[in-house]
């Protein structure tokens, strides 16, 4: 069985730091690249970052990129994302998600997500 | 960015009903379009991916449709678990977007 599982989660201050983690089993995780997505409280949803399987390409949405940093350690199976200059509108649920077909396509599995919540 | 516009914002249906959900794109995404379904306090689910295709599992009931802006989610008739809110998404331009969401309720 395929499971996803955030963590790192929790209250910040603005400006402030927060590594998210994602622990991945049930699959060969170095085969496959790998999402954030997140949703604001009671809003939709928002895709963040991806990483690739194997050589380390990365993309970012304009809204964090420079402040987020995603990254992986296949020998791990763990997934990564550096949050920093974090500001309340970063405020959201963060989801992993593994990526389906292609370089963030879609996404087929899903972790349960860990709250950020950004607020002096 | 490409806006993904859905609509209804909502729909109120009945069991056994079919529902038919729309999602727009501001500039053509090509067949490259895919429709989850979310449910209070959980994770998205993949339901269709490149417009037309059922991810593994989904039941039949699930179609999709359309190509180019126009894309369409049909449930022939719903079940007490397909209440839910519907997202598209679009994978053929960076950054990947999201539409807004559809809600589906029980009426």
């Known amino acids: 069985e395929v499971q996803l599982l955030e963590s790192g989660g929790g209250l910040v201050q603005p400006g402030g730091s927060l590594r998210l983690s994602c622990a991945v089993s049930?699959?060969?995780?170095?085969?496959?690249?790998m999402s954030w997505v997140r949703q604001a409280p009671g809003k939709g949803l928002e895709w963040v970052s991806v990483?690739?399987?194997?050589?380390?390409?990365?993309k970012y949405a304009d809204s964090v990129k420079g402040r987020f940093t995603i990254s992986r350690d296949n020998s791990k199976n763990m997934l990564y994302l550096q949050m920093s200059s974090l500001r309340v509108e970063d405020t959201a649920v963060y989801f992993c998600?593994?990526?389906?077909?292609?370089?963030?396509?879609?996404?087929?599995?899903w972790g349960q997500g860990t709250l950020v919540t950004v607020s002096s | 960015e490409v806006v993904l516009t859905q609509s209804p914002g909502s729909l109120s249906l009945s069991p056994g009903e079919g529902a038919t959900l729309s999602c727009r794109a501001s500039?053509?995404?090509?067949?490259?379009l895919a429709w989850y379904q979310q449910k209070p306090g959980q994770a998205p689910r993949l339901l269709i991916y490149?417009?037309?295709s059922r991810a593994p599992g989904i039941p039949a009931r699930f179609s999709g449709s359309g190509s180019g802006t126009d894309f369409t989610l049909t449930i022939s008739s719903l079940e007490p678990e397909d209440f839910a809110v519907y997202y598209c998404?679009?994978?053929?331009?960076?950054?990947?977007?999201f539409g807004q969401g559809t809600k589906v309720e029980i009426k």
């Open positions: 998600a593994k990526n389906f077909l292609g370089f963030a396509f879609y996404f087929d599995y």
């Open positions: 049930g699959l060969t995780f170095s085969s496959h690249g």
């Open positions: 990483i690739s399987c194997c050589d380390g390409n990365t």
């Open positions: 500039q053509s995404v090509d067949s490259y």
């Open positions: 490149d417009g037309s």
């Open positions: 998404q679009q994978r053929t331009h960076w950054p990947r977007t």
